[in-house]
Each structure stands twice: as structure tokens, then as C-alpha cells.
């Protein structure tokens, strides 16, 4: 008996509560809101604004996102409210797809009302299931510093289980608490103490809103916490700079290392190299659009499917180039520079000729897409990943001309010609196979290059001096030290650009690289060997 009256009990309990919440689960837009929001009159608006967002109905968060892309429409006829744009509508009262009514209007918004609309947003999505909303929610509220917002902040913060969300909802609230003139001391320090550790430039802003009514010590905290994030930010500011310096001197450095590979071994001066990273960056638009046309499914494989057939086909024009051409001309380094400059002439048509003149589009992997914050660092995928790859094409290539044959005969040659070639050696073999190495690696080069520089038969053009200044500051065929003059002037030119612009910073870089060409002949790191020394 006792225990069927506890069960009883228990019913009849769970009856009398499910009544008081029955309202707020089958939460409605009131008809007035919708009248409001036909009335499409600003003062009305704003209203219905602050209704739907409070009514937690499912359909709310589409009709403020449709009303701030006014995409929201009222029909003057029979003030219903409509979402959508032409043929189609939904009804935003109860969500049927309907055909659009003729003479519909679109629902008004200002200024004030689009910031209305940004804090309900903010507001409606703080107790949302996906962390994503929540974080863009606490975004929005720290910017807008909606003092209306705090009590649902408060709430939502209170239950926020999610480390990285309630930092940012504690944020946000710090934001809102220092805007108002009533906030308790303690509530203001503990504010400024949070805002101090965000560092950035809302949290500056911030903390110059704070009221002048605050105490005189409280205003020297706020100021103090300013300086310390200012000092930050400059730091951060010289990182940052060192990092587009790095991610610059990996592309110097991946166009120029197939020219120190040919420019050490055969003191070619080839001004066509520019052009087999032109046909390593073609050779992955073909790829990518054969992909797209007949594979879509693999197109984050694209790069990696082209990287080898553009190393081949690079490789193959620069070897028929030095047995079309170059092995008649060697000793004759004039002629050489002619010469290729003239190739370089003929495979830009050539391009044109096969392609058309105008850029083409090559896409970038699901991979190398987007960014993400580091310490305070903003790093992109695409950047990242060139960088990684420049390193690992160099540390292969001294590990190729190390601990294989060809690298044995490569190093013979560079040191001591003659005497190679009298140990039985073919240096005309080694000589087409270490031209084609290196405009296979130009090549490879274009293929990274077609991640961040326009696919156009000029696209070599944009390197090749770079190239040269790469491998005459590092010394003529000496790999380490093109990999430290591609850093140093990348790093360089990144420092030099805000106080100078890109065509200044250039243009002094190439006057300190004559002086310094002027001091050290030989470069930073100057090989050494009769042929080098002759």
C-alpha cells in the first residue's frame, strides 16, 4: 500500500509540473510580434525584436537572421510575415514553404536596429547546443556590450561546461560590467584583471569605456593594463613579422634551390628556371581540373597526385633544354644567359599559346584551407604546410646528394671537373641529370607556388631575380647557405615593408646585397674546390 502511494504520489507530482512548463516547451511568436514586425515602422521593430528573442520559439533565431539580411517579408495585404527571397517563401508563423504572394515588402532595418538584432542574436544563442553559436554569442556580446543581455549571460554562465566557452562568456560579462556605472569595486578589478589576461585590441577598447565615474586607482589599473597589452601587442606584432619573414624566405627558397643546384655545378646562368616553376604550377591545373571534371571525390589529393608529374615534366623540359642547347654553349656564360633567356621567351608563348594569357584557377585542399591562432599568432594552413614542405624537399635533397650515386658524381664535378671526368665519370650525364634535378625541383616549387601566386604564363618572372639573390648572398652552390639567405631575406624584407612599402623594401635589399656582394664575393658560405677557385 505504501508503495503504491508513493508511485501515486509520484504521477501526480510529475502531472501538476508538466502544466506550469507546458507554455515554455510549445514557446509561440505572439500574433501582435508578427503585427509589430508587418507595421514596419523602426519603433515597432525594435519591439518585436526584443519579443522574439525573449520568446525562445524554435523559429526565432531564423527570423532575426532574416530580418538583419532582409531577407524578411510582410505582406501588406494580410500583414503575414514571410522568409525567403523570390519564388519560395516560408511562412514564418508555423514553417510551410509556400508560394511567394505578390506585392510583398521587405521588413525595414536601420542602423540601430541591426545592432538590436547582432545582441538578440547573441542572446538567443547562449544556451544553444553547439559550442560554435555559443562562442559566436559571447563574441557578439563582448562587442556590443549590451547591458540587457547580462542577466541571461549570468544564467548561461553559471551552466557553461565548456573550459574554452565560459572564458569567453566571463569575458564578455567583464565587458558589459565595466561599461556600467554601478558595478561594485571588486566586480571592476576582477574585470580588468580578466580583460588584462585576454590581450588583444577589444580587450583595449574595453577598458577605456570604463566610467569615469569609477574610482581614480581603479582608472590607473584600467590604463596600466592598456600599456601592458600595448607592450604585448607590439611583441606579438615582431613574432608575427618573423613569421611572414619564414613563410616568405620558404618560397625564395623552394624557387631558388633547383637554380643552386645548376648555377653550383655548372656555372649555368639559367634564365629560364623561372619557367619550369611556371610549368610545375600549369602541371597541377591540369591535374586539379582532370579531377574536377572526372574525379571530384579526390581533390584534396590533387597536390599531392602532382607534385611527382610536375618533378617529371619539369625535369624532362630542363634536361632536353641542356642537351638542346646548353651543352654547346658551356664555357661561354654570356651566351648561356642569351641563350636561355630566349627559351624562357619561347615557353612563356608556348603557355599562352596552349593555356590562353589569363590567370587559371587552381584550388586549394580542404588541408590548406583556413587559419588558427597560436599564442596569439595568426597562422594559415596554407602557409604552414609550404613551410613544411620547403624543409622536407631540402633535408631529400641533401640526403639524395649525400648517400646516393648521383649525389657522389654531383659533388666530384663541383669540386674538381677534370679530375672527375679522368676517374671515369660521364660529366655530360651528370651535367643533363643535374639540370634536369634542378628544374624538377622548380617544378616541385610551382607547385607550392600555385597555393598563394596567380597561375600565369609570368609567373616565373615574379621569382627569378629572387632566385638569383637567394643563391648569390648564400654562395653559389652551397645548400645551407641558400636555405639561411632565403630565411634572412625573407625576414628582412617582412621588417623592412611597413616602414618602407614592398617596392622600397626590395629595392634595399638588392642595394645591402651589392654591399655585402662587394665585401664577401663568394656569398655567406663560399664553397671550396679548384673549379670553384679557378
Not at 389 to 410: E, N, P
Request: aromatic share 8%; hydrophobic share 50%.
Amino acid at each position: 500500500m505504501l508503495r503504491n502511494a508513493r508511485l501515486l504520489a509520484a504521477f501526480l507530482s510529475m502531472i501538476f509540473l508538466a502544466v506550469p512548463l507546458a507554455p515554455a516547451l510549445s514557446a509561440e511568436i505572439s500574433p501582435a510580434t508578427f503585427g509589430r514586425l508587418a507595421a514596419d515602422e523602426f519603433s515597432e521593430t525594435a519591439t518585436a525584436i526584443d519579443e522574439v528573442a525573449a520568446s525562445g520559439a524554435p523559429n526565432a533565431q531564423a527570423i532575426l537572421e532574416a530580418l538583419g539580411s532582409a531577407r524578411l517579408f510582410f505582406d501588406p495585404t494580410n500583414k503575414k510575415i514571410y522568409i525567403g527571397g523570390t519564388g519560395t517563401v516560408t511562412d514564418a508563423a508555423t514553417g510551410t514553404s509556400v508560394a511567394a504572394p505578390t506585392g510583398l515588402q521587405t521588413v525595414r532595418v536601420n542602423n540601430r536596429l541591426r545592432r538590436a538584432i547582432e545582441n538578440a542574436l547573441g542572446t538567443l544563442t547562449l544556451l544553444s547546443s553547439d559550442p560554435a553559436k555559443r562562442r559566436a554569442a559571447a563574441d557578439a556580446l563582448f562587442k556590443s556590450r549590451d547591458a540587457s543581455a547580462l542577466p541571461a549571460l549570468e544564467s548561461a554562465l553559471k551552466s557553461e561546461q565548456n573550459a574554452g566557452v565560459q572564458r569567453l562568456f566571463a569575458e564578455a560579462r567583464a565587458a558589459i560590467l565595466l561599461g556600467q556605472p554601478d558595478t561594485p569595486r571588486a566586480d571592476i578589478i576582477d574585470s580588468i584583471t580578466l580583460l588584462k589576461a585576454r590581450g588583444d585590441i577589444g580587450a583595449i577598447a574595453t577598458l577605456r569605456s570604463l566610467s569615469d565615474k569609477a574610482a581614480p586607482d581603479l582608472r590607473q589599473m584600467a590604463n596600466e593594463a592598456v600599456a601592458s597589452i600595448e607592450n604585448r601587442l607590439k611583441m606579438l606584432s615582431y613574432v608575427q613579422n618573423i613569421w611572414y619573414g619564414l613563410s616568405l624566405g620558404s618560397v625564395l627558397l623552394l624557387a631558388a634551390i633547383g637554380l643552386a643546384i645548376t648555377f653550383g655545378v655548372m656555372g649555368v646562368i639559367n634564365m629560364a628556371h623561372g619557367e619550369m616553376v611556371m610549368i610545375g604550377a600549369y602541371t597541377t591545373f591540369v591535374v586539379q581540373d582532370l579531377i574536377r571534371t572526372r574525379a571530384p571525390h579526390l581533390f584534396d589529393w590533387s597536390l599531392p597526385i602532382a607534385l611527382p608529374l610536375a618533378f617529371v615534366v619539369a625535369g624532362l623540359v630542363g634536361i632536353a633544354i641542356e642537351r638542346g642547347i646548353i651543352r654547346f654553349l658551356y664555357g661561354r656564360p654570356l651566351e648561356t644567359l642569351l641563350a636561355t633567356w630566349g627559351v624562357s621567351l619561347i615557353l612563356q608563348q608556348a603557355v599562352r599559346s596552349i593555356f590562353g594569357p589569363n590567370n587559371r584557377e587552381v584550388g586549394a585542399p580542404s588541408y590548406m584551407s583556413g587559419a588558427f591562432d597560436f599564442m596569439g599568432l595568426s597562422i594559415t594552413w596554407g602557409r604552414m604546410w609550404i613551410i613544411v614542405f620547403t624543409l622536407c624537399v631540402f633535408f631529400a635533397l641533401l640526403a639524395a646528394l649525400k648517400w646516393t650515386s648521383l649525389g657522389l658524381y654531383m659533388r666530384a664535378v663541383t669540386q674538381n671537373r677534370r679530375m672527375a671526368g679522368a676517374m671515369g665519370i660521364r660529366t655530360p650525364m651528370i651535367d643533363a641529370l643535374t639540370f634536369g634535378l634542378g628544374s624538377g625541383l622548380a617544378g616541385i616549387a610551382g607547385v607550392a607556388l600555385s597555393q598563394i601566386d596567380n597561375v600565369s604564363p609570368n609567373l616565373g618572372q615574379s621569382y627569378i631575380i629572387d632566385s638569383f639573390m637567394v643563391v648569390v648572398f648564400g654562395g653559389v652552390g652551397n645548400l645551407w647557405g641558400t636555405l639561411v639567405s632565403a630565411m634572412a631575406l625573407g625576414v628582412a624584407n617582412k621588417f623592412l615593408e611597413p616602414f618602407a612599402g614592398a617596392v622600397l623594401a626590395k629595392i634595399l635589399i638588392l642595394v645591402l646585397l651589392i654591399l655585402f656582394i662587394q665585401k664577401r664575393p663568394r656569398g655567406l658560405f663560399a664553397l671550396k674546390g679548384r673549379a670553384v677557385e679557378a
